[in-house]
């Protein structure tokens, strides 16, 4: 989960603007932002994501509360955009066999030393999520909590990548970015109840050094948007969670907050399954 989104330039020392960012730019930025923040991030939102737990948002709702992955108990999983691959432990404890990737080594690094320390320790591998190092049906479930769908420049060719390597019938849950958080300014105050900007602008968001170099970059999809992805992908949607912001959560994270969260959705949680292979073909005939 990133912190912030947008962000005030003025306030963080960066040059933030919205324009065009192709896949090469877009991969870059974001393995050499996340290689670097890595630590930080780490110390810094550690305790709340835990070691072991699957936390869904910055909201704090589990998969031990929500149970939208369904059954893993002897299942085959695998987690994209993992970070410190907190969610793949999890599922390990409940008894699910899974790898989890990312492509920030950094993140990676961070993983491994929550392995260290972990009674559930799963492998790790560095992949970008548009190229899978997996074969055709390898997995019963594909999931990311905030990871590798908006860092992409191209997320229809990963709804693609992820439907790949499912099995018929398998299941692909991703959470997100609210679509419609990308209207309003990233104020944790009541000042963010404004919208302010075009909730159909898809230019994304850009992060540069001096030199104008991207250094971290994010992209924008409506709801309509990332409907018709998983739908072309070959993937049905069966749940869509906005889920509310508990009072059990009084604290901020960047942008959300209570005062936000309990008024507009900051995350959007997204349940598709596969087309079995007798559902393709009705499809294609």
Request: proline share 6%; aromatic share 10%; with cysteine.
């Amino acid at each position: 989960m990133r912190s912030q989104l947008p962000r005030e330039p003025d306030n963080w020392g960066v040059r933030a603007e919205r324009r065009a960012a192709d896949g090469p730019e877009t991969a870059g930025a974001n393995r050499t932002w996340w290689d670097a923040e890595a630590p930080t991030y780490a110390a810094e939102h550690g305790a709340f994501l835990g070691d072991d737990a699957f936390v869904w948002g910055p909201e704090g709702w589990t998969e031990a509360e929500l149970g939208l992955l369904g059954v893993v108990r002897g299942r085959r999983l695998l987690e994209i955009g993992a970070g410190g691959a907190q969610c793949a432990r999890w599922v390990r404890s409940q008894g699910g066999s899974v790898v989890a990737t990312d492509l920030s080594l950094g993140m990676l690094r961070t993983g491994s030393t929550l392995n260290a320390r972990s009674p559930y320790a799963v492998p790790l591998a560095q992949c970008d999520a548009l190229a899978l190092p997996f074969g055709d049906a390898s997995f019963d479930t594909v999931f990311t909590a905030y990871g590798a769908v908006p860092f992409v420049a191209d997320s229809a060719a990963l709804m693609r990548e992820a439907a790949r390597v499912l099995r018929p019938g398998g299941r692909f849950v991703f959470s997100t970015t609210h679509p419609l958080r990308w209207a309003f300014p990233d104020d944790p105050t009541e000042r963010g109840l404004t919208a302010t900007m075009d909730y159909w602008d898809r230019t994304p968001y850009v992060e540069s050094d001096d030199s104008g170099q991207a250094t971290y970059v994010e992209h924008h999809r409506t709801l309509g948007d990332r409907v018709r992805e998983i739908a072309q992908a070959g993937l049905t949607l069966v749940d869509l969670v906005e889920p509310q912001w508990p009072a059990r959560n009084t604290e901020a994270w960047g942008g959300w907050s209570p005062t936000r969260g309990r008024i507009v959705p900051g995350t959007a949680i997204f349940v598709t399954t596969r087309l079995t292979l007798d559902q393709d073909l009705r499809r294609s005939t």
